[in-house]
């Protein structure tokens, strides 16, 4: 499952990614909107995590022209605006889910499973393919 993780904060850039990573997610990484909209672009991402308060383009112009463009990843967003009027002006603008800093990292996962969940229409936790059984929420065939 590939992720593009949008985020300004080199610290808090590199302690998701690696967190990402250990829960076996391949990670793209960039720190700006501009950025955001040209790996949206140009690579098919199960989920992106994006921030909102980002230098060169904020998360919500990028969101809104990444929809325009009709990448259909889904997208959590990363902020410190806690109002309701910010969060649902996040999900308006084409968010999936949003999700207020600072956060616990196992609720970031939890989240970036479910959606890579629906990004695969996966409905049940286990497929099974003959004698192959595949759990999908551990990341183990058996």
Not at 80 to 88: C, H, K, L, P
């Amino acid at each position: 499952m590939r992720v593009l993780l949008v985020e300004d904060s080199v610290r808090l850039r590199g302690s998701i990614s690696q967190g990402l990573r250990e829960a076996g997610y391949a990670v793209d990484v960039v720190g700006d909107g501009r950025g955001a909209v040209i790996s949206g672009q140009t690579t098919d991402y199960d989920v992106i995590v994006l921030d909102v308060m980002l230098p060169v383009k904020d998360g919500l112009t990028a969101l809104r022209e990444l929809r325009a463009k009709g990448v259909r990843s889904c997208v959590l967003l990363l902020t410190a605006r806690d109002t309701i009027e910010d969060r649902v002006l996040g999900l308006r603008s084409g968010a999936d889910d949003y999700l207020v800093k600072p956060f616990a990292f196992a609720e970031l996962l939890a989240r970036v499973e479910a959606l890579a969940r629906r990004a695969h229409g996966v409905r049940g936790a286990t497929i099974r393919v003959g004698p192959l059984e595949i759990d999908t929420a551990a990341r183990v065939a058996r």
